[in-house]
């Protein structure tokens, strides 16, 4: 097809993403240096002058460093065990190590104080008191966090093996080198690209993390800081100075990274030159191989079982014990019948349903630009709808309320109802949550458009433009069935993820009536009496619901699947 029949939907397309992600980052810069008087950085010298944020942008950092670096230790070796031997029980680790992703690291958090609280197990078996949690705070918010999140790491990991020559390896060995060198001088190298696209997920995810640090009560970082500044951002410019060096950070941060490790690649083939079969273990070599998947596995579920076991608990039953005395599947029920988390669960579906059917059209545009057309200005639309991954959700929903804010305000939404029911999040956040949820899971469909295009030959596309049909009916027709696959992979990760975002859920929503999922579970986790309990059933509900999704997405893609989270 000719290029300039593309520039129309090129056209649109920017259009769309210019409005819907880079107006929310602009406004957010324009609010920390602009105000009633012009140009000014009073707004952003405030923030460093003040101690205490100068403090929580310094924990910002050494979460998402503790956090990422524990995501490595545990990942890489892991991913090269697996790649490298076969033994018994590896299939079936090899899937459960990805099992953390099924719960966000703010509801592993209820599980996490179940287990290392004052009265918690821990306590239990050691028979003393102390507050874990309450004396390692840090500790605490990096340990949930790297356990939820180094699955990322680790799909990254094990696809970048994937495409190592091993002959490069075979000649080392050849040559008397050792095994330990081969990894550090040869492996390593190899897979920095892969393993750096994984750590700048988990990077700026951990730097940004709102609900982990909240439910730990550990409120010295930056986004508790900007959660908490929200209450200010009608009357004063300060927040949006704070969140402007959230973003500056994170940005920064990535592109140092970039240019230490992003830019370290090798001559290497695209496939394996040589085919790779893993060395087979048996006996004392398979139980050594296995054992850190047990161990990982063990530590990784341990949230997920103090969550389950919290649902199952009757209020009160599980206080100073190893495990709960009282066995109820009343929590569930409740979950399901409870006047907030019945509404909560049909908001999340809505919100998230809309915002696939955004992600689609819009992730699938973006994808045959990229690999159908030959605009100039593809390349750059697929990095800037890839940015999303790279840009804290934090900031995206400070955004999208500094927009709401700056509607409102507006005389003609003013006067109108109906007007300030759409555009003002204090009345109805549901237009700003679902453009908040398709901008920040439009990634993954991109990137699982683009994956089932690129391995569709063009020539079935030729071959119906030859015969009369429209670019718009052979799309229809002949490609999206060729590439479905990949697209309701996409949609499968975008809904699930939709249904627990965590940062634009708790900052967006305001209003009970219009809590999603993960705002509800963290006000009923604040109330008293049996608020925690019902909160874990919710969150088991979710797990179920998004292990399901997983499941999908990884069969339909399999070691593809590590491209969702790459920037």
């Known amino acids: 097809m000719k290029a300039n029949r593309w520039l129309p939907l090129f056209l649109v397309v920017t259009a769309v993403l210019a409005v819907l992600f880079l107006l929310p980052i602009f406004l957010v810069v324009k609010g920390g240096f602009w105000d009633d008087g012009g140009f000014t950085l009073q707004h952003l010298a405030s923030v460093f002058r003040n101690p205490i944020y100068a403090e929580g942008l310094a924990n910002s950092v050494l979460i998402a460093a503790g956090t990422t670096t524990l995501c490595l230790l545990v990942a890489v070796p892991l991913a090269w065990i697996s790649h490298k031997y076969d033994f018994a029980g590896k299939g079936i680790f090899s899937a459960v190590v990805l099992v953390p992703m099924i719960l966000p690291p703010f509801v592993g958090a209820i599980g996490m104080q179940q287990i290392l609280g004052r009265y918690g197990v821990l306590n239990a078996v050691l028979g003393t008191s102390v507050d874990w949690l309450g004396q390692a705070r840090y500790w605490g918010v990096v340990a949930i966090q790297a356990l939820a999140l180094y699955p990322i790491v680790y799909l990254n990991a094990t696809a970048s093996l994937a495409n190592v020559d091993p002959a490069m390896d075979e000649a080392a060995a050849n040559l008397g080198c050792p095994a330990w060198r081969r990894f550090f001088r040869i492996t390593l190298p190899l897979i920095v690209p892969g393993l750096f696209a994984g750590c700048t997920i988990v990077f700026i995810w951990s730097f940004t ?203 003609w939404v003013r006067s109108s109802a109906a007007w300030t029911a759409l555009f003002d999040v204090r009345v109805n956040p549901t237009l700003f949550l679902v453009v908040a949820y398709a901008v920040r899971r439009l990634p993954y469909m991109v990137r699982s458009a683009v994956a089932g295009l690129q391995q569709t030959s063009e020539a079935f596309e030729e071959a119906a433009w030859n015969l009369g049909a429209s670019p718009a009916r052979t799309a229809r027709a002949v490609t999206l069935p060729l590439i479905a696959a990949n697209l309701v992979a996409g949609l499968l990760l975008a809904f699930a993820f939709s249904m627990l975002e965590v940062s634009d859920s708790l900052m967006l929503a305001q209003q009970a009536r219009y809590y999603p999922i993960t705002k509800t579970i963290y006000e009923l986790f604040q109330l008293l009496g049996t608020g925690k309990y019902v909160a874990s059933a919710l969150g088991v509900w979710a797990m179920m619901f998004l292990t399901v999704a997983i499941a999908g997405v990884s069969v339909l893609l399999g070691k593809k699947m590590g491209a969702l989270f790459r920037v």
């Open 209 to 411: 993390e709102l609900g982990a640090p909240l439910m730990l009560g550990y409120t010295t970082c930056a986004s508790v800081q900007v959660f908490d500044a929200l209450k200010e951002i009608g009357s004063s410019h300060f927040p949006y100075a704070l969140v402007f060096v959230v973003l500056s950070a994170s940005v920064l941060l990535y592109a140092l990274g970039k240019l230490a490790f992003g830019r370290r690649s090798f001559a290497m083939q695209g496939k394996a030159a040589t085919t790779f079969r893993p060395r087979r273990l048996r006996g004392a070599g398979a139980l050594l191989a296995l054992l850190p998947f047990v161990l990982v596995t063990f530590l990784a579920l341990l949230p997920h079982f103090g969550v389950v076991l919290t649902s199952l608990s009757r209020p009160g039953s599980w206080y100073g014990t190893v495990l709960p005395q009282v066995l109820t599947f009343g929590n569930y029920a409740e979950a399901l019948g409870h006047e907030m988390t019945v509404a909560s669960i049909r908001n999340s579906l809505l919100f998230s349903s809309v915002a696939v059917v955004a992600n689609l059209l819009l992730g699938v545009s973006i994808a045959f630009l990229v690999v159908r057309s030959k605009l100039r200005g593809a390349g750059v639309l697929d990095a800037l709808s890839m940015i999303p991954l790279a840009v804290p959700g934090l900031v995206m929903a400070f955004g999208y309320l500094a927009i709401s804010s700056w509607l409102s305000n507006l005389g």
